[in-house]
């Protein structure tokens, strides 16, 4: 299920569990629904929804970035800003790149939604009798 991405975060705003849950999430639904219109690609394993007793690691929003990457490249190719690599005790994205990545995922989500739901469609089956 698409949750609707955040897009307005302000530097006063904290990022939680549910906002990464809800970003992961997010860009695994948009990858099984890109799979109705592009071809088959892969994505890096997010794993499971995480707890409060998990930490933000670098490599787990370094995933989110990549993935962000992976599914705009290999589908509707919109500009999703600079993609950016995280390190070990290093700064944590402020709420410029989380809006950055929201943003780019909302955008991804209705470039698909509309080449979905706008796509042409046969009025019949080939090879059946008949017209639907």
Known sequence: MFNTPKTDWKAED?????????????LAYLKE??????????IKDMGSDVTYSDLPYAEMINAIED????IAKNTVNVDIGETRN???NDYFPNHEEIN?????????????Y???????????KLNMKGVL
């Open 114 to 124: 509309g080449q979905y739901h706008g796509r042409n469609k046969l009025r019949f």
């Open 33 to 42: 629904y890109s799979l109705e219109i592009y071809n088959e690609y892969e």
């Open 14 to 26: 904290y990022f939680n569990i549910e906002d990464y849950n809800r970003i992961k999430n997010n």
């Open 100 to 112: 950055r990545i929201e943003s780019g995922i909302l955008k991804i989500y209705n470039y698909l």
């Open 67 to 70: 993935n962000l990457e992976t």
């Open 86 to 88: 995280y390190s070990d």
